[in-house]
């Protein structure tokens, strides 16, 4: 991992975003790329989703959509340890997830005048769980859950086919979404099952979703944002981050374990360490190289943390450690310090904040309870993880009697002579004219 240092510098609030390691090429491409992707698949429907599971999965011939005898089949063979696993996460998300439901609201303005605020779901929703690399039943559980819990009606769910399972969707996946009685399922991948969400597929009988959501790499990010205005999506969830805040008295060993345990996702995968203590930094990038050396996807691990995206920074003081945090946005945020709970209020930007060295990045990709569908390239300055609420729609329902609209007749009027829209005024006058 390479070492920036802005120790004894005075930055602005650019010269931080300036300084963040970011795969800005990487995105620029993908972006195009995806684009691409998703016209072809809007125009030409299944037969360009076919020639891109060809080229990208080296899959032919396979049922794009599945039947479901083969979900059936995948819960069925699903390992009893697995399974158990599965419907505890299953439970832990619900709950979480519950809470993110706001209440019907009623305003009394008046005598007579209400506006009620309602949470309404969307009603067709498209969820992508990605393939290849991992295997993600994990992710089946981040979306579905919170899309059922915000009483959403129709759930279909997509994840590239896989060439060593015979074109068939990874049956740990197809399992996790039987748990949970998805039954609309398609195997498809990248930009081109997001584009496949957004527009239809007729052949397939998929019809066009109001919200895609789902993680994956760079492609499928920025299929998402090549959708927008067409599709309400979540946030671009794209290759993953993990930002290590950490003071003198942080265990390297620990910090050295989460950076790889999210370098193993992807060569695209964001690993940065913030410390203003120099002899933490220099023994987590010793515990890095060999924890790195000996992991089962080692080679992945360490493009990953070779990649412009991957740092160690090297700051002052806490001051300039939160700075940089909150300038970064990273998708997850872990605080090894010895007053993590307290100081975790000044971190203000990240997709999810784990607090302490004993909230490792990977409870909360499966256990916590909390979702891991978060946002990533900086993002989490204004965009939150996914959640109940992105399938939920505020709407004002506003009723008004006689008496109530005769109260405030006047400066209805009023506003509308004033903003030279007489007609609006004369709507209300009718009401009190023969």
């Not at 300036?18 to 125009?43: G, H, M, N, S, Y």
């Amino acid at each position: 991992m390479r070492t920036i240092d802005l120790r004894g510098r005075e930055l602005s609030p650019a010269d931080m975003l300036a300084a963040v390691p970011r795969a800005t090429q990487a995105r620029a491409e993908a972006l195009d790329t995806a684009a691409r992707i998703v016209e072809d698949v809007r125009e030409r429907g299944e037969t360009a989703l076919r020639e891109q599971a060809e080229q990208f999965d080296a899959v032919t011939g396979h049922d794009v959509r599945v039947p479901e005898a083969h979900i059936t089949e995948a819960l069925t063979a699903l390992a009893p340890d697995v399974r158990a696993a599965l419907e505890e996460a299953i439970r832990r998300v619900r709950l979480a997830s519950a809470a993110q439901v706001p209440p019907t609201q009623v305003t009394r303005i008046g005598e007579g005048a209400v506006i009620t605020q309602r949470w309404q779901p969307v009603h067709r929703v498209g969820v992508y769980i990605p393939g290849g690399k991992a295997v993600y039943p994990s992710s089946v559980i981040m979306n579905v859950v919170p899309a059922q819990v915000a009483g959403v009606e129709q759930i279909a769910l997509a994840s590239p086919p896989q060439a060593d399972q015979g074109g068939r969707i990874h049956p740990t996946i197809l399992a996790a979404a039987a748990l949970l009685g998805v039954t609309e399922v398609y195997a498809m991948g990248g930009a081109g099952a997001i584009g496949a969400f957004a527009h239809g597929v007729p052949s397939l009988g998929l019809d066009p979703v109001d919200v895609v959501s789902g993680p994956g790499n760079n492609y499928v990010a920025s299929a998402k944002r090549a959708v927008a205005g067409v599709v309400g999506t979540d946030s671009e969830a794209g290759a993953t981050e993990i930002l290590v805040v950490a003071d003198a008295d942080a265990d390297p060993r620990l910090i050295a374990a989460d950076l790889v345990s999210q370098a193993e996702h992807d060569e695209q995968a964001s690993a940065v360490l913030v410390t203003d203590a120099a002899e933490v930094a220099e023994q987590v990038a010793s515990a890095v190289e060999r924890i790195a050396a000996a992991t089962r996807h080692s080679e992945r691990v360490g493009a990953a943390l070779a990649g412009p995206q991957s740092a160690i920074v090297l700051v002052d003081d806490r001051a300039m450690a939160t700075a940089f945090s909150n300038a970064y946005a990273p998708e997850h945020l872990e605080l090894h310090l010895v007053d993590a709970e307290e100081a975790a209020a000044a971190f203000t930007s990240a997709g999810a904040v784990f607090v302490g060295d004993q909230t490792p990045v990977s409870l909360g990709d499966y256990m916590a309870g909390s979702n891991h569908v978060l946002p990533t390239g900086g993002q989490a300055r204004y965009a939150p993880g996914l959640g109940a609420y992105t399938f939920l729609r505020p709407q004002q329902v506003i009723s008004y009697d006689r008496a109530a609209l005769a109260a405030v007749r006047a400066g209805v009027v009023a506003l509308a002579d004033t903003e030279v829209l007489p007609a609006h005024g004369e709507a209300i006058e009718a009401r009190f004219t023969a």
